[in-house]
């Protein structure tokens, strides 16, 4: 699919260009204000807050994962190419406690695969059936929408950044997007087609490029801005890639990437618009 090959070519470049050292001046650390929950760490103990159910779409069973309350506005998490990991389990845990509180599903899109290094999210990545994925996904948004969800939004991170947006262009039942630092291939979906309001998040620094770096934030931004819908498109000074993720797993899994700026305020300032646009969008109950 030509959204993995794109991915896969920023990633490569990306990740040469991290060996030789970071891409840019650590920023002084700030304090963590809003670190999502860790609780999500030990959700396959009895301890969990998640339900893990079983979605029909056609001739395909996936398992997915759902937490928060029940009838509240629904939202479906998408993950990084990593896979259904901690961090993802973090980012649904922290997004069913915003506003009034949402109900968080997260489809699992690789079928219980989870990468532990560059090289398998990479070939998780690609052997990823896209168009599938989106089916998924709408799938996901009917399943919260007959289980008490009068409105559901989509959001995700990398791959599933890009996913999002797809869906906001591919998905009619879809209410809202939040996208962050990814952005899907023309084969996939056209932005200027969009019927769902669309918000998305990029890193200045992010040098994944032509999928989440500046000059492919701001052609999304061209694109949505002849679609119709509502949109915004943000871009944080001094943030790289995946600047979300911000448990001490992830960090250290960024750092060996060569990802090492840290900047609470952009992830602060980033939820703050994530649960305006959703609440604007969905509603919170």
């Known amino acids: 699919m030509a959204t993995a090959h794109l991915l896969r070519r920023a990633s490569s470049a990306f990740l040469s260009s991290a060996s030789t050292g970071p891409l840019r001046p650590r920023p002084p650390p700030l304090p963590r204000l809003l670190r999502p929950p860790r609780a999500a760490m030990a959700t396959d103990s009895s301890a969990s807050p998640f339900q893990k159910i079983q979605i029909q779409r056609e001739d395909t069973t996936f398992d997915a994962y759902v937490v928060g309350k029940e009838n509240a506005p629904g939202i479906v998490v998408l993950q990084e190419w990593w896979g259904v ?7 649904a845990i922290h997004i069913s406690q915003l506003g009034g509180g949402y109900r968080a599903l997260i489809p699992d899109l690789y079928r219980g695969k989870v990468a532990l290094d560059v090289a398998e999210a990479q070939h998780l990545m ?3 059936d896209w168009q599938g994925a989106v089916k998924d996904i709408q799938a996901s948004v009917k399943w919260l929408k007959s289980n008490g969800s009068p409105k559901v939004g989509v959001t995700g991170y990398c ?3 890009a996913l999002s947006i797809a869906s906001g262009v591919l998905v009619p039942e879809v209410d809202a997007v939040v996208a962050f630092y990814g952005t899907p291939s023309s084969e996939l979906a056209d932005p200027s087609k969009a019927k769902a309001p669309i918000q998305a ?3 200045e620094h992010d040098s994944f490029v032509g999928f989440s770096d500046v000059t492919a934030a701001k052609s999304l931004e061209e694109k949505l801005k002849s679609s119709g819908v509502p949109y915004e498109v943000h871009i944080y000074p001094g943030c790289s890639h995946a600047f979300m993720n911000t448990s001490p797993e992830a960090l250290k899994r960024k750092k060996g990437m060569g990802l090492t700026d840290e900047n609470q305020e952009a992830v602060d300032l980033a939820w703050s ?3 305006a646009w959703m609440g ?3 509603g919170s109950a």
């Open 201 to 203: 998040h990029f890193g």
């Open 273 to 275: 618009r994530f649960s």
């Open 159 to 161: 791959m599933g950044g």
């Open 126 to 128: 690609e052997g990823l």
């Open 85 to 91: 990991d901690y961090e993802i389990k973090n980012h």
């Open 280 to 282: 604007r969008f969905l």
